[in-house]
């Protein structure tokens, strides 16, 4: 690889706050872009993996972050190994406290945000084809797009579920196969190469993959990690695509970058309760990362698309457009995803895949909402793109829901906590056959069609 002379990534992100908000500079932010852009090419990716890899065998140093978690100060709580707080009871006081102490050298801790408002910050949510089980391939889209986030003045990139593994073909493994996918989280060479990514783009990036515990068991995880290392993970709370998947402990808030962040992976979505659990912990921006869309449904105007549809994008896009605008792609999200983001006043980030994803085509969307429902930004490209918004605290204090919330009854909810039948046990089903499922016997439960 030829080296490129090129200025440092937080030089470049300086210039580019400086001019994005003079708009008589576009030119310039134009050049600066163009040359974050021409900086590297694609042997930069293979580089940048190859050295994770070699660092995956050495111990990580303890977690550096500063952040915070929402916790229920009298609640039984249960750290996960990389010391997450997980909430195991309800209760309604809560107090922010700090995670964890920096490393020595490192970052000094931040000070608690107990009735302090969030603060504006950039976010971009991204789309791309995956490629089934090809890790490199997909952390080298993820690194593009975070520096094309990062020449747009974003803090955070956050990227769909399963993004590094890609996710529909997981159906089809066995535990074995699975097992040979995942990684521990943060000691991997995955974690690694995102780190590497964050630094290189000089901002957050967040990404799914597949996680092995130490005692065996396998996640469907949620990283993020910035340039000082590896931040927090979530575990998806609904997992159906394999039968080797545990589900989720529990929600989950950190405090990245002086916002509140809450996640919540695809089908979690699909059940209002997980939203309004993350809402309450204190979540002011709610990361979405799903793989969703153009899937076998029995509601009116749904189904799958045409992979010639697909492939023939660049001569008649507007056919494949007509089919991810409308019920099987944008039209059902449209459905629920603002009403989670109003009656939560939470700004919601949709990060979906698009194209080819095992046997199905995928529409992209990736979209970001504000705390009202509306659709801050958006994508309607036919291929791999990200889109940037900036989310405000006047939007997140103005939001009807913050209303809302202050005005719950919690007396009258006692029904929502009570515990299935004896002998019964939830089933999340996605509304369409699994690979590892019998043909004669559809699994019964909850019809979404979401992953």
């Keep these: 690889m030829i080296p490129i002379a090129r200025p440092t990534a937080r030089g470049l992100r300086d210039a580019v706050r400086q001019v994005?908000?003079?708009?008589?500079?576009?030119?310039?932010?134009?050049?600066?872009?163009?040359?974050?852009?021409?900086?590297?090419?694609?042997?930069?990716?293979?580089?940048?993996?190859?050295?994770?890899?070699?660092?995956?065998?050495?111990?990580?140093?303890?977690?550096?972050?500063?952040?915070?978690?929402?916790?229920p100060p009298e609640a039984a709580a249960k750290r996960d190994v990389g010391g997450t707080i997980l909430l195991t009871r309800r209760d309604r006081s809560r107090t922010l406290i700090p995670e964890a102490s920096p490393r020595p050298g490192g970052p000094p801790a931040r000070a608690t945000r107990e009735g302090q408002a969030m603060r504006d910050i950039r976010v971009a949510a991204a789309q791309f084809e995956h490629r089934d089980a090809d890790k490199a391939y997909n952390l080298g889209r993820i690194r593009d797009l975070a520096r094309s986030a990062a020449a747009r003045g974003a803090e955070v990139a956050c990227f769909h579920e399963c993004s590094v593994t890609a996710y529909t073909f997981l159906q089809t493994l066995t535990r074995e196969e699975l097992d040979a996918l995942a990684e521990p989280?943060?000691?991997?060479?995955?974690?690694?190469?995102?780190?590497?990514?964050?630094?290189?783009?000089?901002?957050?990036?967040?990404?799914?993959?597949?996680?092995?515990?130490?005692?065996?068991?396998?996640?469907?995880?949620?990283?993020?990690?910035?340039?000082?290392?590896?931040?927090?993970?979530?575990?998806?709370?609904?997992?159906?695509?394999?039968?080797?998947?545990?589900?989720?402990?529990?929600?989950?808030?950190?405090?990245?970058?002086?916002?509140?962040?809450?996640?919540?992976?695809?089908?979690?979505n699909n059940l209002p309760e997980n939203?309004?659990?993350?809402?309450?912990?204190?979540?002011?921006?709610?990361?979405?990362?799903?793989?969703?869309?153009?899937?076998?449904?029995?509601?009116?105007?749904?189904?799958?698309?045409?992979?010639?549809?697909?492939?023939?994008?660049?001569?008649?896009?507007?056919?494949?457009?007509?089919?991810?605008?409308?019920?099987?792609?944008?039209?059902?999200?449209?459905?629920?995803?603002?009403?989670?983001?109003?009656?939560?006043?939470?700004?919601?980030?949709?990060?979906?895949?698009?194209?080819?994803?095992?046997?199905t085509i995928k529409p992209g969307l990736a979209m970001i909402l504000d705390p009202s429902g509306e659709v801050l930004v958006e994508s309607h490209a036919l291929d791999d793109d990200i889109v940037v918004a900036l989310l405000t605290a006047e939007a997140f204090d103005q939001a009807p829901g913050r209303r809302y919330l202050r005005a719950r009854r919690p007396e009258l909810y006692a029904k929502l906590t009570e515990p299935h039948p004896p002998g019964h046990q939830p089933v999340t089903s996605p509304g369409w056959r699994l690979a590892h499922e019998p043909e004669k016997a559809p699994p019964a439960g909850p019809r979404s069609g979401s992953g």
């Design 185 to 268: 989280v943060p000691d991997g060479p995955t974690v690694h190469a995102l780190i590497e990514i964050a630094r290189e783009a000089d901002l957050v990036v967040m990404a799914g993959l597949i996680e092995r515990e130490p005692d065996g068991r396998l996640y469907k995880s949620y990283v993020a990690v910035g340039p000082e290392g590896f931040l927090t993970r979530f575990h998806k709370l609904h997992p159906f695509i394999s039968p080797h998947l545990t589900p989720g402990r529990g929600h989950h808030v950190v405090e990245i970058r002086g916002v509140k962040f809450g996640f919540l992976i695809c089908y979690d």
């Design 275 to 359: 939203v309004r659990a993350t809402a309450l912990l204190g979540a002011e921006v709610i990361v979405m990362p799903h793989v969703t869309g153009c899937t076998a449904s029995p509601m009116p105007g749904r189904g799958t698309v045409d992979p010639a549809l697909w492939e023939a994008r660049a001569r008649d896009p507007a056919r494949l457009r007509q089919e991810f605008q409308g019920p099987k792609g944008r039209g059902w999200l449209m459905r629920w995803l603002p009403a989670r983001a109003w009656e939560n006043g939470i700004f919601a980030v949709f990060a979906n895949n698009i194209g080819r994803d095992h046997d």
């Design 20 to 71: 994005l908000g003079d708009p008589t500079s576009r030119e310039r932010a134009g050049a600066i872009r163009s040359r974050i852009e021409a900086a590297d090419g694609m042997n930069r990716a293979a580089d940048l993996i190859a050295g994770a890899f070699e660092r995956a065998a050495k111990p990580s140093p303890p977690d550096a972050r500063s952040e915070a978690t929402w916790s």
